[in-house]
């Protein structure tokens, strides 16, 4: 079991929609400061006043565009500078949009942004370097396995979100730098990322009847967010866990692993 008291948090995306939640409810279970990066900065400035109003002292904001580099290396370093040290990353912010003006602007927050908070939250964070440890929890989708027609560039990125994960958090990388990865594939939840898909749709001839058929399995945001404490708590470096359908989080690592294992055996 992981502990989540007094361990510092770092999410980005936390603004709104499951970000916040996941700021409230780590900071409920003892948490002892948050870090919520966003590009909504109003929106932002806003949460986190709120926040500091139950949890005083322990929230604050920083304004980040998960697609821009140069944001990215600034929030993280402030983020650092104002904690000391960061104990968990949740890789939230993503864009579920394959329009034509905002898919590639979709990769590069919900893939390249998530690849580049990663990779300085293990060298932050690895205790063969000097480092305390942590975790980091890289928010992928069910879309990484399972096909959405209407949405292949976001099926694409969250499939990316998942594989970098799971190689990147090969044994022995546990054990040689302390920093355990973790991916959570939330199925869809009621959020405004689910709101006016059809104007998002990559193709949108049936993306209408497509959708209408998905909405039933439409999860509340409490049990995406348990999900994700509960993975916090037991999960294994390199697991990957599913949360869909209000039910209890799964750890669907087995699964995985035989289907790469069958496929080695093609290759080796």
Not at 105 to 118: A, I, M, P, R
Not at 182 to 210: I, Q, S, V, W, Y
């Amino acid at each position: 079991m992981w502990d989540i008291k007094d361990k510092t948090f770092l999410i980005t995306g936390g603004a709104s929609g499951l970000g916040a939640q996941y700021a409230k409810t780590f900071l409920q279970l003892g948490a002892k400061k948050v870090a919520i990066l966003d590009v909504a900065e109003s929106v932002g400035v806003s949460f986190v006043t709120l926040l500091n109003e139950t949890y005083p002292g322990k929230a604050v904001f920083i304004k980040c565009d998960v697609s821009n580099e140069d944001d990215i290396k600034s929030a993280f370093h402030k983020a650092l500078k104002d904690f000391q040290r960061l104990d968990v990353i949740i890789n939230n912010a993503g864009i579920m949009s394959d329009s034509p003006d905002l898919w590639r602007k979709s990769c590069e927050v919900n893939w390249q942004g998530l690849v580049s908070f990663t990779m300085k939250g293990v060298e932050s964070m690895r205790t063969d370097e000097g480092g305390a440890g942590g975790t980091i929890i890289n928010i992928a989708s069910t879309a990484a396995i399972f096909k959405l027609p209407t949405m292949p560039v976001y099926c694409g990125s969250k499939m990316a979100v998942l594989h970098f994960s799971q190689s990147l958090a090969e044994p022995p990388f546990f054990e040689r730098t302390g920093v355990r990865i973790l991916t959570m594939c939330p199925g869809p939840t009621d959020t405004p990322l689910l709101h006016n898909l059809l104007d998002r749709a990559f193709d949108k001839k049936f993306a209408e009847e497509f959708y209408a058929a998905t909405q039933p399995n439409t999860q509340k945001v409490e049990s995406a967010v348990n999900a994700v404490v509960k993975m916090y708590k037991e999960g294994d470096c390199g697991s990957i866990w599913l949360s869909a359908k209000n039910k209890p989080a799964q750890d669907i690592t087995d699964t995985f692993k035989n289907i790469f294992n069958d496929l080695a055996k093609l290759i080796l």
